[in-house]
T-cell receptor
Framework: NAGVTQTPKFRVLKTGQSMTLLCAQD?????MYWYRQDPGMGLRLIHY???????AKGEVPDGYNVSRLKKQNFLLGLESAAPSQTSVYFC?????????????FGPGTRLTVL | AQTVTQSQPEMSVQEAETVTLSCTYD???????LFWYKQPPSRQMILVIR??????QNATENRFSVNFQKAAKSFSLKISDSQLGDTAMYFC?????????????FGTGTRLTIIP
């Protein structure tokens, strides 16, 4: 199993450009999450999904959109990138089974907005 | 809203020594989960240990153990016989009980360096 994968690993954008980050998991997990990590801060939740076709806002959702059209994929979109969105983005997934709620993380995407 | 505080931005210890990382949290929930995640230079987030609040016994995973003080809302991580591979950022995280809220709230992290 590949676990959680993220595409791309690195990206540089100019202000105002758009892009989509792809997260894929092969563990048949119901829940998926997008976090951002900034220097001196822990991971902060952007958006999450509790199942195919559902999405919800996290702590810092402004400037981002998400979609979960397939259970195994969770897409994070930036419609008009801003320098404040320079960050490392992590995707994670977990199962809903009681007592087994570990979140498995992807390797991260480093995004720079100039 | 829950908050998680890690008051030690950086720590360093000699190889083979024992080190304790601190974490405090604030919540009005009575049942919840606490986690320690490790982030080595590779950037990969790795679960180190998990504690369920309704369990009084402290969790242990090989060289890693926790000191969970529910009344004090404290959740420290002890690493025994530290190894060079333990060098990493360590994040404490909080989750409400499953089926209530699956979201993790992270602390700001402690950068741990193991000195040869």
């Amino acid at each position: 199993n590949a676990g959680v994968t993220q595409t791309p690993k690195f990206r540089v954008l100019k202000t105002g450009q758009s892009m989509t980050l792809l997260c894929a998991q092969d563990m048949n997990h119901e829940y998926m999450y997008w976090y951002r990590q900034d220097p001196g801060m822990g991971l902060r939740l952007i958006h999450y999904s509790v199942g195919e076709g559902t999405t919800a806002k996290g702590e810092v959702p402004d400037g981002y959109n998400v979609s979960r059209l397939k259970k195994q994929n969770f897409l994070l979109g930036l419609e008009s990138a801003a320098p404040s969105q320079t960050s490392v983005y992590f995707c994670a997934s977990s199962t809903e089974r009681e007592g087994n709620n570990e979140q498995f993380f992807g390797p991260g995407t480093r995004l720079t907005v100039l | 809203a829950q908050t998680v505080t890690q008051s030690q931005p950086e720590m360093s210890v000699q190889e083979a020594e024992t080190v304790t990382l601190s974490c405090t949290y604030d919540t009005s929930e009575s049942n919840y989960y606490l986690f320690w995640y490790k982030q080595p230079p590779s950037r990969q987030m790795i679960l180190v240990i998990r504690q369920e609040a309704y369990k009084q016994q402290n969790a242990t995973e090989n060289r890693f153990s926790v000191n969970f003080q529910k009344a004090a809302k404290s959740f420290s991580l002890k690493i025994s016989d530290s190894q060079l591979g333990d060098t990493a950022m360590y994040f404490c995280a909080f989750m409400k009980h499953i089926y209530v809220d699956e979201k993790l709230t992270f602390g700001t992290g402690t950068r741990l360096t193991i000195i040869p």
